[in-house]
């Protein structure tokens, strides 16, 4: 306080610091600035009365409004949920091989799916279903298992390889390395065959080994010409589509100790339309095939009377 004094330039009192000769003027705060802070006060302490606002030890105020974010959102859904209640009860009316006949039904399921996609689905197939490695490129021809809708459908709803599900999708390649049911010359012997029939080698005497190879250990799954089997999930050799990659280490490994990719069964973690709906997306995006026709049925026999008498 004794430092205080009035400064002769300005005719203002000093707060009485000083610093290197630098000293500082009391200058009183503008009325409106004042103001505005009495009113931020005000208005802070009327919104922790009326909002939730104070955390207390497991919750926080509850307010006297009664509002919550999560309750608003839970409005919103359920108008969301009500509005869109028509189509989803279309679409589980109708079976899933049956949606196209009305373009205006499957439109509503892709779109629907879509969004279940970007949801559940692109932490493993990415954003643009193009997949990564161990997880599959959507969006091309080339299938596992099959890629009509209802096959879609299933692998979907039931997963592969998920435990605790009795219709999953189930297959084991064996570990021909790592089990000693092939040497580790023999693995590159297979190894060879297989970039043989893909293109990306030429011919060569470890190819022809391998080949001997591949028809003993290989072709019960893959086809003589590795064109793979879907009921059995076994991928096509033959092309240059890889699930985990072609380059001679990784088929190395892959020869060696096998493959075990696992999908969830989504039929245990959404809802039957949700479901519906992803098949209809996933078969939407490009690689989607004609569904599957039913063998004909035998045409009835002629009239007895006319037919002959087997011996």
Known sequence: MANKRIDDATGVETVGHEWDGIEELNNPLPRWWLWTFYACIVFAIGYCVVYPAIPMVKSATAGTFGWTSRGALAT????????????????????????????????????????????????????????????????????????????????????????????????????????????AAQVQDVVSHVRVISGQEKPSASAQRGAKIFAENCVVCHGANGEGNRMVGAPKLSDAIWLYGGDRATLTETVTNARYGVMPAWGARLDPVTVKMLAAYVHSLGGGEATLAPAPQAAPAPAAAAAPQAK
């Not at 009305?102 to 689905?121: M, Q, S, T, Y």
């Not at 997949?131 to 809708?149: E, F, Q, R, T, V």
């Not at 299933?154 to 084991?172: F, Y």
Request: proline residues 4%.
């Open 76 to 183: 919103e859904m359920k108008a969301a949920d009500a509005s869109r209640a028509g189509l989803r009860a279309a679409i589980a009316a109708t079976s899933v091989e049956q949606l196209g006949a009305d373009p205006k039904l499957l439109r509503a399921a892709i779109e629907g799916g879509r969004a279940a996609f970007k949801v559940n689905c692109v932490q493993c197939h990415g954003a643009g279903a193009a997949g990564a490695k161990g997880y599959p490129n959507l969006n091309d021809d080339d299938w596992l298992w099959g890629g009509d809708i209802a096959t879609i459908h299933q692998t979907l709803e039931h997963g592969v390889r998920q435990p605790g599900d009795d219709a999953t999708r189930m297959s084991q390649m064996p570990a021909f390395g790592r089990d000693g049911i092939l040497t």
